[in-house]
Nanobody, 115 residues
């Protein structure tokens, strides 16, 4: 059974940082492309970042380029998203996903950026 469990969300001040984690199980983690989307109330789900299975190739949405960093630890079956220089537009539910034979989703973790 595939499981993706996000953690690390919470309340951050503008300009602050958070580190999100997504612990995975039930599939060959090292073979999967991993990534993050986010969804704010009343808005469509928005791509944030992904990281390839090998070589460490990454891609980011323009809105987070230079502020967010995606990484993975294949030994811990975990993908991370470091969020820096946060602003109110970064608020939303952050969902991790894994592309293997199909796309699997986690339940999400809430990020709120507010002073």
């Amino acid at each position: 059974q595939v499981k993706l469990v996000e953690s690390g969300g919470g309340l951050a001040q503008p300009g602050g940082s958070l580190r999100l984690s997504c612990a995975a199980s039930g599939f060959p983690f090292e073979q999967a492309v991993l990534g993050w989307y986010r969804q704010a109330p009343g808005k469509d789900r928005e791509f944030v970042a992904y990281i390839f299975a090998t070589g460490g190739t990454t891609r980011y949405a323009d809105s987070v380029q230079g502020r967010f960093t995606i990484s993975r630890d294949n030994g811990k079956n975990t993908v991370y998203l470091q969020l820096n220089s946060l602003n109110a537009e970064d608020s939303g539910v952050y969902l991790c996903y894994a592309n293997f034979d199909t796309r699997y989703w986690g339940q999400g973790t809430q990020v709120t950026v507010s002073s």
